[in-house]
């Protein structure tokens, strides 16, 4: 396939539509839209012209070297939900933002990606060896890694972050598309999350699952993990492991006594994890029994604080920083301008905007500033 029948069906994808929906806005035939993305044929400039109206690319997209394929396993927390062709639209679309990211590594030291080995947690290459005790085992193992306590962990966004993962938070309408971490081989890993009407107490224990598949299930391709019975059995263990990541097991059940739906109300503020999400971790660790939990959700709806739980709308939401203070450096600096993100990629920066949660203004606005660099690199500290 040339390069510019690669970039329409690179395009056409990550506008979620099919040849024949492509076809009939361009008033030409599914034959040649295939004939194009093939390299058979090369559509004419009149035909570009519209290909990049239609698509909403700019026009010189297409003549820019299409993006490798990347080889990344992405995690879906409901992989049935979303439809393939959404799965194919953020795939194409998290490419474009780890080629922005490989543009700004080349000017800003992001930390080093940090993540435990397999030998050294003892994780098991068969998920089906993965017990309960074991996940419980790692997910401590996890925190004396990462040097915490057995206290509440106050900021997960910065944990991810100071680890080189770099984490987005979208606000998409789409509400199938919950929250996915991304694996690129050539590439840090990404975290995104679907920010939209979530409570930072969610977004939170997200952001531990998403890191559960990162420690666990690392070793896994995008095959593997999108067979449904393997699909279903690795989210089942990344939620144990959020679970007892957040909330281990000595502190949190001395905090936790006695277990009642008052004293899990006082306690949330400072663990910062939802009544549900305790609830789920006391049956996981055998200190309360199925019935008694299904009691306490039933007393929840009851008393109509289910959803949205108490104290969602005061427990402020953690918000990533890494990507935006690094471009922002950039900007500082004029080597992020209206064009890098057109020129570097071929994309509008307002795409880049849709799948990261950045403003547009930060992905390409240019200031009056003459800085000078002190070095080759600028430095970002870890921490």
């Known amino acids: 396939m040339g390069n510019i029948g690669k970039r329409i069906a690179e395009a056409r994808e990550a506008r979620a539509l099919n040849k024949t929906q492509l076809a009939r806005k361009l008033s030409v035939t599914p034959e040649a839209v295939s004939a194009w993305e093939s390299g058979r044929y090369v559509p004419d400039v009149g035909h570009l012209s519209k290909l990049s109206r239609i698509l909403q690319m700019p026009q010189n997209f297409f003549s820019i070297p299409a993006i490798q394929e990347q080889q990344m396993a992405i ?16 795939r194409r679309k998290i490419a474009w933002v780890c080629h922005l990211l490989s543009f700004v590594e080349y000017y800003v030291d992001l930390p ?25 085992d ?7 890694f990462y040097g915490f306590g057995d206290g509440p ?7 991810l972050e100071n680890m080189g993962i770099i984490v987005l938070a979208p606000s998409f309408d789409d509400r199938t598309i919950d929250a996915f971490v ?5 590439s840090r890993p990404i975290v995104l999350l679907n920010s939209w009407s979530a409570s930072a107490v969610r977004l939170r224990f997200d952001i531990a699952h998403e890191l559960a598949h990162l420690i666990l299930h690392r070793h896994l391709d995008q095959v593997a993990i999108q067979t449904p019975e393997l699909h279903k059995q690795i989210e ?21 006594f006695p277990v009642t ?30 019935d008694r939990g299904q009691y306490f959700f039933r007393e929840m709806s009851r008393q109509k604080i289910r959803n949205p739980e108490p104290l969602d709308d005061e427990i402020k939401p953690e918000v990533p920083n890494l990507l935006s203070r690094s471009l922002d450096i950039l900007l500082q600096n004029n080597l992020l301008t209206d064009n890098t993100c057109q020129m570097q990629i071929g994309v509008f920066p307002e795409d880049i905007a849709d799948v990261t949660g950045l403003s547009v203004s930060q992905l390409g606005q240019q200031r009056e500033m003459n800085l000078r660099l002190r070095s080759d690199v600028i430095h970002f500290p870890g921490k």
């Open 75 to 90: 995690f879906y927390r409901r992989l049935s939900a979303v439809t393939k062709r959404n799965r194919l639209a953020l």
């Open 112 to 136: 080093k990606v940090n993540l435990p080995e397999q030998s050294e947690l003892g994780i098991p290459s068969d998920p089906a060896k993965l017990d309960r005790k074991a996940i419980f």
């Open 138 to 144: 790692i997910a401590r193992e996890s925190r004396r």
């Open 153 to 159: 962990i106050s900021n997960t966004i910065r944990l």
């Open 182 to 186: 991304s694996r690129p081989n050539s």
């Open 236 to 256: 089942k263990q990344a939620h144990l492991f959020a679970g007892a990541f957040l909330m281990p097991e000595a502190s949190f059940l001395e905090e936790c």
């Open 261 to 290: 739906l008052r004293v899990m109300k006082q306690i949330k503020p400072r663990w910062r994890v939802s009544i549900a999400a305790m609830i789920m971790r006391l049956q996981a660790l055998g200190a309360i029994e199925k």
